[in-house]
């Protein structure tokens, strides 16, 4: 798919990768050519992520009608989940083919995607999760440690919560609610509950959450609970990054929308929809970074 863009910078590739999709562009002049893949998460599966995207790019080239060579040698932005540090972003350079590559995490591109120049805040939730804050210039990141350590409010979180208080219900801890059984009955019992947790990977877990808001939008007392706690960590952790009442608050990523009406009401109010989508914050990326190149060689 050719996006028309208003841009007419050097051409740059932007790739946002993340558990459920990786997307990679080609901006040149006022057209980008965009393609999307599957998942791209360098700490879950290093290997898969750099085969994906590899394919991607040979994708990419046939779409915008470019050969490899020369596509290789725009600069290019790479934003992926489970780029933890320096070393892991390295490893991802040297695995990829690109003369001119700045590797980060996807936290910089959905926070620049969704905030443009504004100040203001995100709480990004999709398979994972993590918050950031842009206010007067100065980025700061909390979370995207993946789903051992953190992603609290992420997909995959809701999705292990939900089943961890369906276990909860079996043993009379809680109620069991419409939700419960559903999951009982999908899972074939709570063994089978414990059979699916031992082996399901992120995407899994995130796969059980479209259920969990939807019986909570019915008013189902265990899911409204699973999704009122993901809320609660967003609503408690924004305002340590420097949100203040009246700041934006751009909810994305493919969960993150559903806790609107679970959030303070002062956060309610200032709620807003993002100016745009990752991929654009890659590309605005993309954009500097080429710009950096330009400047180093003047």
């Known amino acids: ?22 997307r990679l562009a080609l901006r040149n002049g006022c057209a980008d050519a965009v393609v999307e893949l599957g998942s791209a998460n360098v700490t879950t599966d290093f290997d898969a992520a750099i085969s994906e995207i590899s394919r991607g790019l040979g994708l990419l080239g046939a779409r915008a009608g470019i050969e490899m060579a020369e596509l290789i040698s725009l600069p290019a932005y790479v934003g992926l989940a489970g780029v933890a540090g320096p070393s892991v972003a390295k490893d991802v350079a040297e695995a990829l083919p690109f003369t001119h590559i700045r590797v980060e995490d996807d936290r ?68 069991h609610t419409a939700y419960s059984q559903h999951v009982l009955d999908k899972l074939s019992g709570a063994a089978g509950v414990v059979q699916f947790a031992s082996t399901a990977r992120p995407a899994d877990f995130g796969a059980l959450a479209p259920a969990i808001t939807a019986y909570a ?82």
């Not at 798919?1 to 990786?22: E, F, L, Q, W």
Request: one cysteine or more.
């Open 1 to 22: 798919m050719i996006h028309s863009s208003k841009h007419t910078s050097n051409p740059v590739v932007a790739i946002d990768g993340g558990g459920t999709r990786c």
């Open 217 to 298: 939008a019915k008013g189902d007392a265990l899911a409204r609970q699973v999704v009122q706690e993901a809320a609660n960590s967003i609503a408690e952790l924004l305002p340590i990054l420097g949100w203040k009442p009246g700041m934006a608050i751009c909810l994305t990523g493919g969960i993150a929308p559903q806790y609107a009406s679970y959030l303070p009401d002062d956060m309610q109010s200032c709620v807003t929809a993002p100016a745009g989508e990752p991929l654009s914050g890659a590309l605005s990326l993309a954009q500097s970074f080429s710009e950096e190149i330009a400047h180093e060689h003047l």
């Open 108 to 175: 910089p591109s959905a926070l620049v995607g969704a905030l443009g120049a504004r100040d203001g805040v995100v709480a990004h939730c999709g398979t994972g999760s993590f918050l950031a804050a842009q206010i007067n210039g100065d980025r700061r990141f909390a979370g995207g440690w993946g789903p051992v350590l953190g992603d609290p409010a992420s997909a995959q979180w809701v999705g292990r919560r939900g089943l961890t208080l369906t276990l909860d219900a079996v043993d009379g801890i809680c109620a």
